[in-house]
C-alpha cells in the first residue's frame, strides 16, 4: 500500500510555471507507476501524465505536451510534475495516482493523494 500527498499548488499568471510534488509514504513506492491528473468544477477528471516505475518511460496528453514534464526520484519516493507556460485552462485540481500499471485511465488507479489546487490567471 502507499500513501500519497500533493504540493506546490497555487496561483500564477498566465505565462508562469509551477512544480508539483507528489511525495509518497511506504517501502514500495518504487514498484508503482505513477500517474498526474486533473479536475476542473463540473468536468471529469483527465489524464496529464504518467510515469514508469524505474522513470524510464513517460506520456503526457496532447493538451499538455511541450509544457509539462513529469519525472520521479525513487529514492526521495517523489514524483515531479513541472508546469511551463501556464494558460487559463490548465485551472484545476492535481492528482497524483499510484498503480502497478503503465496506465492513463483513471479508474485503473489504486492510489489516489488528495490533490493540489492550482489557478492560473489571465
Known amino acids: 500500500q502507499v500513501q500519497l500527498v500533493e504540493s506546490g499548488g497555487g496561483l500564477v499568471q498566465a505565462g508562469g510555471s509551477l512544480r508539483l510534488s507528489c511525495a509518497a509514504s511506504?517501502?514500495?513506492?518504487?514498484?508503482?507507476?505513477i500517474g498526474w491528473f486533473r479536475q476542473a468544477p463540473g468536468k471529469e477528471r483527465d489524464f496529464v501524465a504518467v510515469?514508469?516505475?524505474?522513470?524510464?518511460?513517460?506520456w503526457h496528453a496532447d493538451s499538455v505536451k511541450g509544457r509539462f514534464t513529469i519525472s520521479r526520484d525513487n529514492a526521495r519516493n517523489t514524483v515531479y510534475l513541472q508546469m511551463n507556460s501556464l494558460k487559463p485552462e490548465d485551472t484545476a485540481v492535481y492528482y497524483c495516482?499510484?498503480?502497478?500499471?503503465?496506465?492513463?485511465?483513471?479508474?485503473?488507479?489504486?492510489?489516489w493523494g488528495q490533490g493540489t489546487q492550482v489557478t492560473v490567471s489571465s
Open positions: 511506504g517501502r514500495t513506492f518504487s514498484r508503482y507507476a
Open positions: 495516482a499510484a498503480d502497478t500499471l503503465f496506465t492513463v485511465t483513471a479508474h485503473n488507479y489504486d492510489y
Open positions: 510515469i514508469n516505475i524505474s522513470g524510464s518511460s513517460t
